[in-house]
Structures are given as C-alpha cells and as structure tokens.
Nanobody
Framework: QVQLVESGGGLVQPGGSLRLSCATS????????MAWYRQAPGKQRELVAR????????KYAESVKGRFTISRDNGLSRLYLQMNNLKSEDTAVYYC????????????WGQGTQVTVSS
C-alpha cells in the first residue's frame, strides 16, 4: 500500500525559508525517481522538482530554480525540499510522489502540506 505523508509547511514571510519532508512507504523508494509537486488555488497541479534515484541529480521548474533544492534519503525512504527566498507565488499545497512522464494521471496522492507566503 502506497503511503505518502508530507510535512513541514506553514506560514512564512516573503524571503523566508521552509524545509518540507515526505515520508514514504510501499513504493520501493530507493529505485524510484521522485518529485515534489504543488497546486495553488484555482490552478492545476504542477511539477516543482524531481530527483533521480541513481545519482540524486535534481531538475527544477524555472520558477524555483536557484531557490529550491530537492534531496532524498534512501535509507529512510524520505524526500525533502529546501525552499529559500520564498515568494508569494510559491503559495500552494505541496505534494510528493513518484515521477514519470505520466504523473498527471496518478491517482494516489498524500494529503499534502500547505505553504503560505505572506507578509
């Protein structure tokens, strides 16, 4: 059974930082390419960052490049997202999940963690 539990969100001022964490089980984490996604109110879910299983190379959406860093701990089956210099447009519910080109069709998601960037 797939379990994805995101945490670490909250309310932060513009320019602030947050570190999100995702605890996983049931997905063979160590061999999966993983990703963080987000969904802002009234918008579709979008891919924020993904990380390979082999060498932990990260790839980022242009909107977060240079500000966000994705990382993973295969021993703990955990995924992380360090978010720095947050902007109001980063406000969204953040989700972790596997990554593949068919990710928009995934039906199994966690509850997500709310990130609100506001002064």
């Amino acid at each position: 059974q797939v379990q994805l539990v995101e945490s670490g969100g909250g309310l932060v001022q513009p320019g602030g930082s947050l570190r999100l964490s995702c605890a996983t089980s049931g997905i063979l984490f160590s061999i999966r390419e993983m990703a963080w996604y987000r969904q802002a109110p009234g918008k579709q879910r979008e891919l924020v960052a993904r990380i390979s299983s082999r060498d932990s190379t990260g790839k980022y959406a242009e909107s977060v490049k240079g500000r966000f860093t994705i990382s993973r701990d295969n021993g703990l089956s955990r995924l992380y997202l360090q978010m720095n210099n947050l902007k109001s447009e980063d406000t969204a519910v953040y989700y972790c999940n596997r990554y593949s080109s068919s990710w928009p069709s995934y039906t199994s998601w966690g509850q997500g963690t709310q990130v609100t960037v506001s002064s």
